[in-house]
Nanobody, 127 residues
Framework: QVQLVESGGGLVQAGGSVRLSCAAS????????MGWFRQAPGKEREFVAA????????NYAVSVKGRFTISRDNAKNTLYLQMNSLKPEDTAVYFC????????????????????WGQGTQVTVSS
């Protein structure tokens, strides 16, 4: 079983930065492909970024590419999302997600591929 706990959300002005963290309670963090998703009010949950088990391969939604950076520290069982140049449309609840995978370099942008989810952390960007 994998438990995920996000932190780092809050209120930030447009153009500002926030770093989200996701702590995983598992002894097999390095076996997990990880991702960040977000859900704005009245909208479906959408992909933001994903990272491979090794951390070497990443993928981003078009809307955040060049502004957000996903990374992981396998020694600390922690996933990160550095969010820069924030826009009001980035306002959402951000969720981290995990999936067991045999691929060291693969990643996935599909919600259905992820079996484990955190409770989410709110990020609000004011204009």
């Amino acid at each position: 079983q994998v438990q995920l706990v996000e932190s780092g959300g809050g209120l930030v002005q447009a153009g500002g930065s926030v770093r989200l963290s996701c702590a995983a309670s598992t002894r097999t963090f390095s076996s997990l492909g990880m991702g960040w998703f977000r859900q704005a009010p009245g909208k479906e949950r959408e992909f933001v970024a994903a990272v491979s088990r090794s951390g070497d391969q990443t993928n981003y939604a078009v809307s955040v590419k060049g502004r957000f950076t996903i990374s992981r520290d396998n020694a600390k069982n922690t996933l990160y999302l550095q969010m820069n140049s924030l826009k009001p449309e980035d306002t959402a609840v951000y969720f981290c997600a995990a999936r067991f995978t045999t691929s060291a370099t693969g990643y996935s942008s599909l919600l259905s591929h992820y079996a484990y989810w955190g409770q989410g952390t709110q990020v609000t960007v004011s204009s």
